[in-house]
């Protein structure tokens, strides 16, 4: 009884000690459109292969793609998940570049995925946790 009690310590421990690793540590939902900031990439395409046209990331002020940075968002009015936003990019990944405005309508689903509307149909992006990125990705978080 006493040897059978002392494995299930061990294995109770080190199950403890082992969950903290497989917690997501980034950072929680919030800023203009209440995701998770981080990398989204279109549904139907895996996470470890995504090319740069199905990658979005959102930092809490826009959503920027790998051609546009320092995107932010100014909500123009909101209907229940459904927002219609005036959103000014930097025209360019890196280096000097324009900064240029649009107008995107987003609907939000949940704090992990969201749709870039147009014209009543859409694309949809789930978040991507930085494990599943390519390394290049997962080096420089864009």
């Known amino acids: 009884m006493l040897r059978r009690t002392g494995i299930t310590a061990l294995v109770t421990l080190g199950a403890a000690v082992a969950a903290p690793a497989s917690v997501d540590t980034s950072a929680r ?52 998940n459904r927002y219609e936003v005036s959103q000014s990019c930097i025209d360019a990944g890196a280096g000097p570049a324009p900064r240029f405005t649009e107008r995107q309508t987003v609907r939000i689903s949940d704090a992990l995925t969201f749709a870039l509307l147009d014209r009543g149909t859409g694309t949809t992006y789930r978040y991507c946790p930085a494990y599943m990125l390519p390394s290049g990705l997962r080096a420089d978080k864009r």
Do not use: E, F, M
Request: net charge positive; with cysteine; charged share 20%.
């Open 29 to 80: 939902p919030g800023g203009v459109y209440r995701l998770k900031p981080g990398i989204y990439v279109q549904k139907g395409v895996a996470c470890q292969t995504a090319p740069n046209v199905a990658i979005r990331q959102y930092d809490g002020r826009g959503i920027s793609t790998a051609h546009t940075r320092a995107c932010r968002a100014r909500v123009l009015s909101r209907k229940g």
